[in-house]
């Protein structure tokens, strides 16, 4: 996972993969509290300040083009890698949009237990397929089944067309018979606040909301709005917030919509109905304000919420080394977390 991961991050940000400068700067330089293993990672990276131009917001052409590059990348090999797992990958419809249901070998006794997955990507880039790695990781820690939302990627499509997409899911498990009870959100990246979003939504439709949230460094603010935006401009190791981030966040939503509660979920209230959340990230991550804006509301608005944050790691660290120890510690308790909520 490992491998394919800095691969499509090249692309992401540089569409080629090069080697680093021995002299390590504050980007790909590891933390020395970190465990080994990481500093590799950090020094495999792409340099973001090297990234190639973004298209247009509204340029649905060229973002289909970079996002086909990357899929051709992201699913080389896939099959493979996924057999590593002892998962059963099945392609699906529910409620009118693609879906991947992702099955561990535990799920026989668990039939009706659902983790219900959208992706990250910066919104305009990955897949449901191209992130099933991500998805096979959860469910096989989990030991539940994960439902990976294809949702479309914008400028295809804008903030509400995706937001229903999710919510189609959800409203169609619910005919199928489950229950809110039965059901958690998981999001990584855009997809965090997708998931939150999607929340938001159901609340709004005085549907049954799901029995909990899991959030791996979400993309709360798609602003560049917090303190680490400014503090960790120059050690973040993946972004640049206005080479990929910004054209990424305006072909998903309006610059005069950015700070709609559905878009960037820091601007909720969340003094109604919510359930229980673990929001989980790095200490090197530009979106680290994001992470604590968004527990800070949650928490003073009496949300069940947990802000579980790990030293010196990196945008969504769980996928990247999930060997680590800061890995499997995010995985065992979000895996406690999730069969608290679906009281397994």
């Not at 950090?42 to 970079?66: H, N, R």
């Not at 790695?133 to 096989?140: G, I, P, Q, R, Y």
Request: charged residues 20%.
């Amino acid at each position: 996972m490992l491998l394919r991961t800095l691969f499509t991050a090249s692309i992401l940000f540089s569409y080629t993969i090069h080697a680093e400068d021995a002299n390590l700067t504050a980007r790909d330089r590891a933390a020395s509290t970190v465990s080994s293993g990481w500093q590799a990672v950090f020094s495999a990276f792409p340099d973001p300040t090297k990234s190639a131009p973004m298209p247009a917001p509204d340029d649905v052409a060229s973002w289909q083009k970079i996002h086909d590059m990357m899929e051709k990348v992201s699913l080389k090999g896939i099959e493979k890698r996924l057999a590593s797992y002892g998962v059963d990958v099945k392609k699906e419809e529910l409620g009118g949009v693609n879906v991947y249901v992702v099955r561990p070998d535990t799920t026989a006794k668990l039939a009706h237990k659902v983790i219900v997955y959208t992706h990250g990507g910066a919104y305009t880039m990955l897949s449901a397929a191209s992130t099933l790695e991500c998805a096979a990781l959860v469910a096989e820690n989990c030991g539940v089944s994960v439902i990976s939302v294809d949702y479309t990627n914008p400028p295809k499509a804008k903030w509400k067309a995706v937001i229903n997409e999710v919510v189609s899911v959800y409203r169609a498990l619910l005919k199928e018979g489950y229950k809110g009870k039965d059901i958690v959100l998981f999001g990584d990246s855009a997809g965090g606040a997708l998931a939150t979003a999607t929340i938001l939504k159901l609340r709004s439709l005085q549907m049954p909301l799901p029995s909990g949230l899991v959030l791996w460094s979400p993309w709360a603010d798609i602003t560049q709005t917090g303190d680490s935006y400014m503090t960790l401009k120059e050690a973040e190791p993946r972004f640049i917030y206005e080479r990929v981030l910004k054209p990424s966040a305006d072909a998903y939503a309006d610059p005069k919509e950015q700070k709609n509660p559905y878009v960037s979920p820091v601007y909720a209230h969340y003094d109604r109905a919510f359930p229980p959340v673990l929001i989980q990230g790095g200490t090197r991550e530009i979106f680290l304000s994001n992470f604590v804006r968004l527990y800070q509301a949650m928490d003073q608005a009496g949300v069940d919420v947990k802000l579980d944050l790990y030293e010196g790691m990196p945008h969504v660290f769980q996928t990247l080394l999930p060997t680590s120890a800061e890995s499997r510690t995010a995985l065992k308790k979000m895996a406690k977390f999730v069969t608290a909520s679906l009281r397994l």
